[in-house]
């Protein structure tokens, strides 16, 4: 909804916002764009009415200000039909679809476009560091979209990338997620089946072959050219150092070069994938695509390092899914050897309040040295099976403070701290180093 705003400010409109708890990055280029916040939802922020509301998915009936709207007679529109009528039509839009990485991939396919002097168009979930936005509108007939499965609004249920009308459509990955509004595994691969259905015949499809639940969404019917990247497909990438911070690249085959960068991790080397690929599709020549990526730095809560104290490093990234957690935290291993990993996570999403991956969570922690966890305020399930499986690695906090104090306590110099989070985790980054600063000047 940030992205949305600084969309709408640069078609001219006056925009001012409602919301609870915003923080960086996005409050900040917000507050750097002078787009008014308002915190909360008081009616008084509809003074003087608005010509027009437009409504984020986590809002419902019973907000005070959307039933203000509804009462008072106002316009209003989800975020993604207004971007879709007021922003794409008559581009070519490049979706990034997947329950993981769109925001990284979708990033690194903006700056490709940029570094080819296509100067794309782009709102995506986060911040990437090339640009210093998370959104842009240019003259350009190409623009980037991360597009969500999510819901779009309460009062239209569809998944939100049904009103992008994708052109090129990159399939990441698919499990399942979002438990809070999909009952099942079927139910998202229906949604993006709905996707695909309106990819048009001279469009394509960048799909990641070894996911068998995409597999399954193409059974259901294609009518667009598909691209596979990974594994078995035509696009696919070899490391050449263990941490995947230098790999080749092939097309079918064929060798096409190599990138250097500053990420690390198999994931990101498939999310370069399918970004090379969905440029390629827009005519931008491969040497191209790995010239840019050289050049890329990561989104912002991507494997962030937030600062180093003591010999204590500490990282920020936005894992919230136990397979975001694996791949995240066997990246840092693969880059950091034998030195301690403490991993620390929030479980705030609602799928994860709702315990659906409580069987598979403490596997996905299993690089990782020692394990602080948050306890949810409103759970439905114990946490404890999770601890005991930890075998002695594990324990879990009821407060922010007592999780500080206990890593103040265990940290030593050598550590690396990932600190995970869909949330700020009420900014326990900057609460952490501060600690540490003043535990090393005595």
């Given at each position: 909804?940030?992205?949305?705003?600084?969309?709408?400010?640069?078609?001219?409109?006056?925009?001012?916002?409602?919301?609870?708890?915003?923080?960086?990055?996005?409050?900040?280029?917000?507050?750097?764009?002078?787009?008014?916040?308002?915190?909360?939802?008081?009616?008084?922020?509809?003074?003087?009415?608005?010509?027009?509301?437009?409504?984020?998915?986590?809002?419902?009936?019973?907000?005070?200000?959307v039933?203000?709207?509804?009462?008072?007679?106002?316009?209003?529109?989800?975020g993604?039909?207004?971007?879709?009528?007021?922003?794409?039509?008559?581009?070519?839009?490049?979706?990034?679809?997947?329950?993981?990485?769109?925001?990284?991939?979708?990033?690194?396919?903006?700056?490709?476009?940029?570094?080819?002097g296509?100067?794309?168009?782009?709102?995506?979930?986060?911040?990437?560091?090339?640009?210093?936005?998370s959104?842009?509108?240019?003259?350009?007939?190409?623009?980037?979209?991360?597009?969500?499965?999510?819901d779009?609004?309460?009062?239209?249920?569809?998944?939100?990338?049904?009103?992008?009308?994708?052109?090129?459509?990159?399939?990441?990955?698919?499990?399942?997620?979002?438990?809070?509004?999909f009952?099942?595994?079927?139910?998202?691969?229906?949604?993006?089946?709905?996707?695909?259905?309106?990819?048009?015949?001279t469009?394509?499809?960048?799909?990641?072959?070894?996911?068998?639940?995409?597999?399954?969404?193409?059974?259901?019917?294609?009518?667009?050219?598909?691209?596979?990247?990974?594994?078995?497909?035509?696009?696919?990438?070899?490391?050449?150092l263990?941490?995947?911070?230098?790999?080749?690249?092939?097309?079918?085959?064929?060798?096409?070069g190599?990138?250097?960068?500053?990420l690390?991790?198999?994931?990101?080397?498939?999310?370069?994938?399918?970004?090379?690929?969905?440029?390629?599709?827009?005519?931008?020549?491969?040497?191209?695509?790995?010239?840019a990526?050289t050049?890329?730095?990561?989104?912002?809560?991507?494997?962030?390092?937030?600062?180093?104290?003591?010999?204590?490093t500490?990282?920020?990234?936005?894992a919230?899914?136990?397979?975001?957690?694996?791949?995240?935290?066997?990246?840092?291993?693969?880059?950091?050897?034998?030195?301690?990993?403490?991993?620390?996570?929030?479980?705030?999403?609602?799928?994860?309040?709702?315990?659906?991956?409580?069987?598979?969570?403490?596997?996905s922690?299993?690089a990782?040295?020692?394990?602080?966890?948050?306890?949810?305020?409103?759970?439905?399930?114990?946490?404890?099976?999770?601890?005991?499986?930890?075998?002695?690695?594990?324990?879990?906090?009821?407060t922010?403070?007592?999780?500080l104090q206990?890593?103040?306590?265990?940290l030593?110099?050598?550590?690396?701290?990932?600190?995970?989070?869909?949330?700020?985790?009420?900014?326990l980054?900057?609460r952490?180093?501060?600690?540490?600063?003043a535990?090393?000047?005595?």
């Amino acid at each position: 909804m940030a992205g949305v705003a600084l969309l709408a400010r640069s078609l001219g409109h006056e925009v001012a916002g409602s919301d609870v708890g915003v923080y960086p990055p996005m409050s900040t280029q917000l507050a750097e764009q002078g787009i008014a916040m308002h915190e909360g939802y008081d009616v008084a922020h509809l003074t003087p009415a608005p010509d027009a509301v437009i409504i984020g998915n986590v809002l419902s009936r019973g907000n005070a200000l959307v039933e203000a709207v509804l009462d008072r007679d106002l316009p209003y529109i989800s975020g993604a039909q207004w971007v879709a009528e007021n922003v794409l039509r008559h581009r070519w839009v490049l979706a990034v679809a997947g329950t993981h990485g769109k925001t990284t991939t979708a990033s690194m396919l903006a700056w490709i476009l940029e570094y080819a002097g296509l100067k794309p168009g782009f709102l995506i979930g986060g911040v990437p560091a090339n640009f210093g936005a998370s959104a842009r509108l240019t003259d350009s007939r190409f623009f980037v979209i991360e597009a969500d499965e999510y819901d779009t609004a309460f009062f239209d249920k569809r998944s939100k990338f049904v009103h992008y009308r994708a052109r090129t459509a990159v399939l990441n990955n698919l499990e399942y997620d979002h438990a809070d509004i999909f009952p099942d595994l079927d139910a998202i691969k229906r949604q993006f089946h709905h996707f695909v259905r309106i990819v048009p015949p001279t469009g394509r499809l960048i799909v990641n072959a070894a996911d068998a639940n995409l597999s399954a969404v193409l059974a259901m019917g294609s009518w667009t050219p598909i691209e596979k990247f990974g594994a078995n497909g035509e696009w696919t990438a070899r490391p050449i150092l263990v941490d995947a911070a230098q790999f080749r690249v092939q097309l079918r085959g064929k060798e096409m070069g190599e990138v250097r960068w500053g990420l690390y991790g198999s994931h990101n080397m498939d999310n370069a994938l399918a970004a090379i690929a969905a440029a390629h599709h827009v005519g931008v020549p491969v040497d191209r695509a790995l010239a840019a990526l050289t050049a890329f730095q990561n989104t912002k809560r991507r494997l962030e390092i937030c600062g180093q104290v003591g010999g204590v490093t500490v990282y920020d990234d936005f894992a919230h899914h136990p397979t975001a957690i694996e791949v995240t935290l066997a990246a840092l291993r693969a880059r950091v050897g034998r030195q301690r990993i403490v991993a620390v996570l929030e479980l705030r999403s609602n799928t994860m309040r709702l315990g659906v991956h409580r069987d598979t969570l403490a596997d996905s922690l299993k690089a990782a040295d020692q394990v602080l966890l948050l306890r949810p305020t409103a759970r439905s399930w114990d946490i404890g099976g999770v601890i005991a499986e930890l075998e002695g690695r594990g324990a879990a906090h009821d407060t922010t403070e007592t999780l500080l104090q206990a890593l103040r306590q265990t940290l030593r110099p050598g550590d690396h701290v990932l600190i995970m989070s869909n949330g700020n985790f009420d900014g326990l980054h900057a609460r952490l180093l501060d600690c540490l600063r003043a535990d090393a000047s005595g």
